[in-house]
């Protein structure tokens, strides 16, 4: 129930390309639905997140889609750069409670 | 600048030692995190606190012990009685226990047990 599963656990992308992170969660008490970033040796970073009374957000090249009914959502990352490439996170929240999946490392070849 | 500042960075402890890492935050964030990240696991709470004084045990509480003196430090003490506490330790902050999903991280201590 309070599980959030998260795919694929790399991806390789070309430049250009628009790489998609898939995450699933259980528990329909959720109500944030945020998606970190994090650099090697860094801490992670909040990047983008959604509230499930939308379907989508977009911000930047960075679009968040949401599938209330079937309890996923998706970062989708459009003319993925080099610089893009990182660990990816996405995440269930409400209240005090936060839960990770277990992270998607990108990488963007050049 | 506010933040939350780590250290040290790289930690290397001897079996048997406890060792303490320091979390500090000028963001006046009331509540404070520990999580543990190891490669494939993402990341596992160990404690957190949402006020001055009082802490709760996280996951994968074991082995660590903290304190909350003040409102902007959140120390975590990784004992000797922590079997496997070779890992990267990631403090983070929120405004309260509402706005849990928007953590701010610090840039992480890499503790190597040799």
């Known amino acids: 129930q309070q599980q959030v599963k998260q795919s694929p656990q790399s991806l390789i992308v070309q430049k250009g390309g628009i790489p998609i992170i898939n995450c699933a969660y259980e528990n329909t008490a959720f109500d944030y639905f945020p998606w970190y970033q994090q650099f090697p040796g860094k801490g992670p970073a909040l990047l983008i997140a959604i509230r499930p009374d939308v379907s989508e957000k977009k911000e930047g090249r960075f679009t968040i889609s949401f599938n209330k009914s079937a309890k996923q959502f998706s970062l989708h990352i459009m003319d993925s750069q080099p610089g893009d490439s990182a660990t990816y996170f996405c995440?269930?929240?409400?209240?005090?409670?936060?839960?990770f999946g277990k992270g998607t490392r990108l990488h963007i070849l050049p | 600048d506010g933040g939350i500042t780590q250290s040290p960075k790289y930690l290397f402890r001897k079996e048997g030692q406890n060792v303490t890492l320091s979390c500090e935050q000028n963001?006046?964030?009331?509540?404070m995190y520990w999580y543990r990240q190891d490669p494939g696991q993402g990341l596992r709470l160990i404690y957190y606190?949402?006020?001055?004084?009082?802490?709760q045990k996280g996951d994968i509480a074991e082995g660590y012990s903290v304190s909350r003196e003040k409102k902007e430090s959140f120390p975590l003490t990784v004992t000797s009685a922590q079997k496997n506490p070779t890992a990267f330790y990631l403090c983070a902050s929120t405004l309260d226990r509402a706005y849990t999903g928007e953590l701010f991280f610090g840039e992480g201590s890499r503790l190597t047990v040799l």
């Open positions: 606190s949402q006020i001055v004084n009082d802490f």
């Open positions: 963001l006046n964030h009331d509540a």
């Open positions: 995440a269930a929240s409400k209240d005090d409670k936060i839960i």
